[in-house]
């Protein structure tokens, strides 16, 4: 390939000797300016109590003090969330249960906590009938009903099992839960062409199957707000970018400022637009307004995930792990040494804040793109080393791919590849790069190439949010 036939050209364009079908093709979508924002509420969580609390000293049941406890664990996640509301009430007949239903709205998730032996068997008609997504609590001995919520999953009930003693699950289970509601009231901004599978690619199947909207933003709406830019903003987000780096290696002042108003611009588009994703499919070509990928890493970094070169499929997966983890992704390629076990993610933007808003930024160098003749101004962000991660990315809307690792090396300036570059150790390197990709249904580059990278073993949690989705898992490697 020459030097002037990119990488990113070949990704971009159609290459038909070759057989390659790429992601892009044309879609009904509607314009962000004829499309207003709906106003974004608490997410409501129905928590129902089955049962009432029995002795302390014998019997299969809660009793009082552990109902106390779980109710004050419940307020205080409520009140630290934020951003969901609880309707609680408790339940010992069916008409109960649906009452509460009603009370709470269509469609909302529920946390059945069972106090009493079949308790929840005797009450959770309404739940089942209705479809809600249910998380059921179960503390060791409260009874026997912990056999029946994955019973009732393998039925195609939206249903899953948390049974333990740490009250700290029921967090983990309304984290859960809110993603639900979250994405139903999520604003997703597109700066076409969208890429990834088929159907994320489709406004209109992104809305019937999360409740998400997709809406499309013009160039032309963007330089506007390119130019408007204060300045002095502008002038802060460049002394930010410069006086933290530990080292700017290409970039010069004009680079680093040009990235640095997109980066304005691009928080100022998204408060404008009350939204809570964005997608670019032509970041490639804005060298000469200035790269999105500072702006992208701030957006991460505060909790707004941004999906480079339009994928739409990595979009998505970064605002499921946001809303049930308050954690960034990191988008990326991958390629494999197997003399190593290991697997690469590289990219030219990565989130700082890795372990969520409130953690403390990772370090990075100020590099020109890796792509473009070393121009323009990205991050290269150097990552924990020992971390364990999350690989993952939803595809075609119902499976998520997913695996674990360690983060083992970490170059202290990149040389090949993209900028931001992590090397994982996993469990089966070759086996992973045997079956990459091997259930997406396509043969463009990007759409087989993306995953996305949470700090954590999130492997559980996906498993849970996957059954409350109706999503398949497939672990790779």
Not at 43 to 70: H, K
Request: aromatic share 6%.
């Amino acid at each position: 390939m020459c030097e002037q036939c990119t990488r990113r050209e070949f990704l971009g364009t159609g290459v038909a000797a070759g057989g390659l079908v790429l992601a892009g093709a044309a879609w009904t979508h509607a314009w962000a300016s004829d499309s207003p924002p709906n106003p974004r509420g608490k997410s409501r969580i129905c928590v129902i109590f089955t049962g009432s609390p029995g002795p302390a000293d014998r019997g299969w049941n809660a009793d009082a003090s552990q109902l106390e406890a779980m109710k004050a664990r419940l307020a205080r996640a409520e009140k630290e969330l934020g951003n969901i509301e609880l309707v609680i009430g408790e339940a010992n007949k069916a008409d109960q249960t649906a009452a509460l239903l009603e009370k709470a709205g269509p469609g909302t998730p529920v946390l059945a906590i069972n106090l009493h032996c079949f308790a929840l068997m005797r009450v959770v008609k309404p739940i089942l009938d209705a479809k809600h997504p249910m998380v059921v609590f179960s503390l060791p001995a409260s009874g026997h009903d912990w056999m029946y919520p994955h019973r009732w999953q393998r039925r195609g009930h939206p249903v899953t099992l948390l049974p333990s003693r740490d009250y700290d699950e029921l967090e983990r289970a309304l984290r859960l839960l809110r993603v639900i509601p979250m994405m139903r009231q999520t604003r997703i901004l597109l700066f076409p062409p969208a890429r990834g599978t088929a159907l994320a690619r489709s406004p209109a199947d992104v809305k019937k199957r999360f409740g998400a909207d997709v809406v499309a933003v013009d160039e032309k709406t963007f330089g506007d707000l390119i130019s408007a830019a204060d300045d002095k903003a502008v002038r802060a987000e460049t002394a930010r970018w410069t006086d933290e780096a530990k080292e700017i290696v290409e970039p010069n002042q004009e680079d680093i400022t040009k990235a640095a108003r997109v980066s304005i611009a691009l928080q100022n588009l998204m408060k404008q637009e009350q939204a809570q994703g964005l997608a670019i499919g032509t970041c490639m070509g804005w060298l000469r307004k200035g790269f999105p990928c500072l702006g992208f890493a701030r957006l991460r970094d505060v909790g707004i995930p941004a999906a480079c070169e339009g994928d739409m499929d990595s979009l998505l997966t970064m605002l499921l792990f946001q809303y049930a983890f308050d954690r960034p992704g990191f988008q990326g390629n991958a390629t494999f040494d197997t003399s190593r076990n290991a697997l690469w993610t590289a990219h030219c933007t990565a989130p700082l804040r890795m372990d969520g808003p409130d953690g403390k930024p990772a370090p990075y160098l100020l590099r020109g793109h890796s792509e473009v003749g070393g121009s323009g101004c990205v991050p290269e962000v150097h990552y924990r080393l020992g971390e364990t991660i999350t690989r993952t990315k939803l595809v075609d809307l119902d499976t998520i791919l997913a695996s674990t690792g360690k983060i083992i090396e970490v170059p202290e300036k990149s040389v090949r590849g993209c900028r931001t570059q992590i090397v994982t150790e996993v469990r089966d390197a070759a086996k992973m790069a045997t079956n990459w990709s091997s259930a997406i249904n396509t043969e463009d580059a990007m759409t087989l190439l993306h995953r996305v990278v949470f700090y954590g073993d999130h492997m559980d949690s996906v498993r849970h949010l996957a059954r409350l989705m109706n999503l398949n898992v497939i672990e790779e490697g």
